[in-house]
Structures are given as structure tokens and as C-alpha cells.
């Protein structure tokens, strides 16, 4: 009964980790490895339910082949504990009432430790099952469970390493492209924006910056399962294919992020104050400014959208160039903290060109925003 939240836990992962054409494998490694694990136990120890064997088979078949070892040293080390607690009680006290309420007292705080993960919960489901078997038969039992729940981690653990071995790397890829997609639109529509003299919500949605750091998260969490996959990741692909998957792309792209928010709230400062307002040191956003910083975000957007962290887009010296050009001819404060903003920006994706290798990314291929229309 205590072992339903983790069965459910793995449920919920084998629907929700996988793209919907890959999501037959990992319910097929779980069943390749319990079922193993079975017919092995059953086999060589001619234990008729090893249901202990195909339960941990099941229990660590994770989402990686690192993972699964992490999860098979959880496992191994909170069945070892709970043992270890309980067994001196049983054999010296006895099922007695005192002995049982120190046996759990212990095993929970034990199961509490942050490195046993989700499987601190056998902590004290082992130390029950070890402490209510009889004296006599203590090792009699106790013996054949932990043989089996050994043969359990390991089979488990070989099956996820070897049976359709998990790869994120197309996932955080795609979350990449959804951030570059999303990023380079808001600079879009900010530089419509400035243009127009519109509010950026009009044009973005109350909820854009929110929207904006879930994109950013999202890709961060891909980018993490995609690396962890890699780790003792027996597959070819996984051994040879350049990484060109590195946080440094999406500190980047965060930076930048972070910039355009920046300018977003500048520019809604200046429609809730109007363009005649002038207060000390917010001077309004000059007509002659809004072309050239429209341009300007018009060419970071065509810069971010084609930001892999290897070569950068032709453009981007010109449009540093620009920038600076900008920021020395701005003639009010506002002028100047957005001709600031948009300098930052090109300096993000400038500062880390060549960070990573150049690799072929045909999605974006042909893809281009005409600056000189704009204006």
C-alpha cells in the first residue's frame, strides 16, 4: 500500500517525459525488466511470487540510464537501512510495542534524508517487513527478499541502460526554437510598438513577460534532462553526436529576455505618462529616437532568431554599430535607457559568438525580417 505513490509517480512520468511517438518505450522497459526479473528469480532461486525482484526492476526504470543508477543506489541504500534498523531490534527486543514504535521512530527519520530521494520510502517499509517476521524464521525470510530485490536493481538497471536507452535531445532542441520563436516575436512587437507609440500589453497580452520566463524555464529543464540523458547513455548517438546543446545558448537568449522585459516596461512607463509629460529625469521618448529603435529591435529580433552560439548573423556588427550611433545622438533620458537596453542586447549575442559550434539548423533557414521596411 505505502509503494502506490512511487508506482503512481512512475506512471505519471512514463506518460508525461516522452513525445507522444516515443511513449511505448518506456512502459516497454519497465515490463522487459520486471519480467526479467521475475523469470530469473524464479529460476534460480525457485521462489514461486519474486514479486520483490520485478517491484525494484519496476521502481528504478527511469527516464535515463544515469538516473536509474541514481535511483538503484536509493533503492539498494533504503532497503539497507531499514535492515539495519530493524533486524538488531527483532533479535534482541522482539515484536514488542516499545521496540516497534523505535523501529519506525528511526526508520522515518532515516527515510527523511535528502539523498535517498523518492526511495527513502523503503526505509521503513523494509524495516516493518524485517521486524514483523519471527526470530526463528528471520533469516529464513529476510534472506530470499533482499537476494531478490538485489537481482531486481540490477536487472533493472541493465534493462533502461540497454533496451531502448533514452535520449532528450530533440526535446531541447525544440524547447530552444519555441524560446527563439517567442523572444524574437516580442522584439517585434516591441519595435512596432516604439513605432507606433503603443503600449507593448496591447500588442502582447497582459502576460507576455510570464509567458516569456516560461520559455526560458522550460528550455532550461530540457536542456538539463537532455545532458543527464547522455550521461552512461549506451547508445552510438549518444557517444558521437556533437553537443551542441549548451547552457551558454540559453544564458545568452535569458540575457537578452531579461533586456527585452526591460524594454517593455520602459515603454509602458511612457504610454501611462503620455508623450507631452515631462517630469525630472523621465523626459519623454523623442520622435526622431522611434525609427532608428525600431530598426534597431527589428535586427535584434533577425539576430536572436538565428542564435545558435556559433556563427553570428551577419547583421550584428552593423547593428552594434547603430546602436552605439543611437545612444550618442539620443536627446532625452528615455532616448537614452532604451538606446542602452537595445546596446545590451546585441552585446549579449556579440560577447558569445563562437561559444559553441556552429551546427546546421534548417527550421530556421531563410528565415529574415526586412529592417530597412521598417521605419
Known sequence: ????????????????SAPPSRRWQPPVRAAAAAGLAWVVCGTAFGSHSPYPAALAALLITESSAFRSLVAAAQYAAGCALGILVAVPAAILVGPTL?????????????????????????????????????????????????IETAVGVVIGTAVNAVLFPPLHLRSAERALDELRGRLSRVLELLARALREQRPPQELLGDDWTARLTDAVTRADTELIAARESRRWNLRSAARTSVWHLDHTVLDTLARVADRASDVGRLLEEESRSGPRTRRHGSDPVTPDFRPGGARLLLGTAMCVRTFHGGRAHPILPAARWAGQHLHAEADSSKDRGLAHQLEDMLACLDRDRGATAPTRHPRTAGTSVEVSRHG
Do not use: E, K, N
Not at 3 to 16: E, G, N
Open 1 to 16: 500500500m505505502s509503494t502506490a505513490p512511487l508506482i503512481r509517480s512512475a506512471l505519471d512520468h512514463v506518460q508525461l
Open 98 to 146: 516499545p521496540a516497534l514504535c523505535i523501529v519506525v521512530f528511526a526508520s522515518i527519520v532515516l527515510a527523511g534524508y535528502d539523498r535517498l530521494g523518492q526511495h527513502g520510502v523503503h526505509v521503513p517499509i523494509t524495516a516493518l517487513f524485517a521486524f514483523a517476521m519471527a526470530r526463528s524464521h528471520l533469516w529464513d525470510d529476510l534472506a530470499p527478499h533482499v
